[in-house]
């Protein structure tokens, strides 16, 4: 193999050889028992497939094209994508919002200029929580701004961490997740902003995994709260919401300031019509579904509950999203591997996505899963 290859080769190889390697799944199954039995997605509404969003599309399509032609400071900006900001805008209680390609850009782009040096006039002081998503990272580490990690959702640790960085003049920043994607747990968002207030911090959440799914009318673990303007909210449009794409719910002057120093906005195609045509009309229906989120958190209880008594470690999950952490990365690819044979598709997470020696299998919920459908998982999970 010729000598530059050979590097990517070796590290393929080295990953091989302690079960770290990933592989694409076999393409979906369209099947209605095999989608059925699928908890490895993150459709927690069951809106992916609706005809309304497909039919959303279309419409959009019809009136604005398929592509947006560019971004959106040139030629990609059409009053679809100003319509729906303004709708994100009234529903999180923010002054402004911004949509984005991908949640993952949303979190690189806008952490990374958040951050900027030559914007506070020094480094910044960044606490982030320590399971916080590869994305945050990646907008950290694209700033160059250390992070100090407190342990996972505890805020006393949180606390004596800012306590003692009290007299530090360096601009502050908190970054948690609302919901966490990997363990389905949640922040406490209200002492969260307390705290960032106490300590004149900007706060930002991440709302992946809460949007659709959490707040008196589905949008967030933040929707019932009382945005502070230094209270910055992130979410993706690509999980309960069905779709794709990721959008941030600010203070005006953030979003004018994102519009004009985030790389991932400013040099990125805006999202296309169609896409931004079906998540609107995804957001619209999510008040609409009340029912589907009572009894997808019932049924994720009882999930856990079942679960518990099989002897299974569903750890601090109180959502939708349960781990079944196993601990050993081989151990987590041959119960995936043994359910698979079953009919069950399950995510097999695996470090770094995880800490060392808490590999997991992760179950998605969603509201097409029935209680038939749980309990013949937690029979096959005995059997592994
Ligand atoms: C917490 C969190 N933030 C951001 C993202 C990225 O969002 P997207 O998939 O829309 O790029 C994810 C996706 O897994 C996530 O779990």
Redesign the pocket.
């Known amino acids: 193999m010729n000598n530059l290859l050979r590097h990517y080769a070796e590290t393929l190889e080295a990953l091989a050889s302690q079960d770290l390697l990933r592989k694409l799944p076999a393409a979906a199954q369209a099947e209605p028992l095999a989608r059925r039995m699928d908890f490895s997605g993150n459709d927690y509404l069951g809106l992916a497939s609706r005809q309304e969003l497909v039919d959303a599309a279309q419409e959009a399509g019809r009136l604005y094209g398929a592509g947006s032609t560019g971004s959106r400071l040139l030629s990609g900006n059409t009053p679809l994508h100003e319509a729906f900001e303004a709708r994100i805008a009234q529903d999180k209680g923010s002054e402004a919002a911004l949509i984005f390609t991908?949640?993952?850009?949303a979190?690189a782009a806008c952490i990374a200029a958040l951050l900027d040096q030559h914007t506070l006039g020094s480094e910044p002081l960044v606490f982030a929580d320590r399971l916080n998503?590869a994305?945050m990272h990646l907008g950290c580490a694209l700033a160059e701004a250390r992070q100090v990690r407190y342990r996972h959702l505890d805020l006393e640790h949180l606390a004596e961490l800012l306590e003692k960085h009290k007299a530090d003049k360096r601009p502050k920043f908190i970054l948690s997740?609302t919901v966490f994607?990997m363990d389905g747990d949640r922040a406490d968002v209200v002492a969260l902003q307390e705290l960032s207030l106490a300590h004149g911090a900007l706060l930002y959440l991440?709302e992946?995994?809460a949007t659709g799914l959490f707040g008196p009318r589905g949008y967030g673990l933040t929707e019932a709260l009382d945005l502070a303007p230094t209270t910055f909210v992130m979410g993706?449009l690509?999980k309960a919401v069905g779709v794709?794409?990721?959008y941030v719910a600010c203070a005006r002057v953030l979003r004018d300031y994102i519009v004009n120093k985030a790389g991932g906005f400013i040099f990125s195609t805006a999202p296309s019509p169609l896409v931004v045509g079906a998540a609107l009309r995804a957001w619209e229906m999510l008040p609409g579904l009340s029912a589907q989120r009572e009894q997808l958190q019932e049924n994720a209880a009882w999930l856990r509950a079942s679960l518990g008594l099989a002897g299974f470690n569903t750890g601090t999950s109180s959502t939708h999203i349960v781990p079944v952490i196993l601990g050993d990365a081989d151990r987590t690819l041959r119960a995936k591997a043994r359910l698979a044979e079953l009919g069950i598709t399950v995510s097999a997470v695996r470090p770094p996505t995880v800490p060392q020696g808490t590999s997991r299998l992760r179950l998605g919920l969603s509201a097409a899963h029935s209680r038939e459908d749980l309990a013949a998982l937690v029979e096959a999970m005995k059997g592994l």
């Open positions: 991908s949640g993952y850009q979190n998503h994305s997740e994607g991440d992946a995994h993706t690509s794709s794409g990721g």
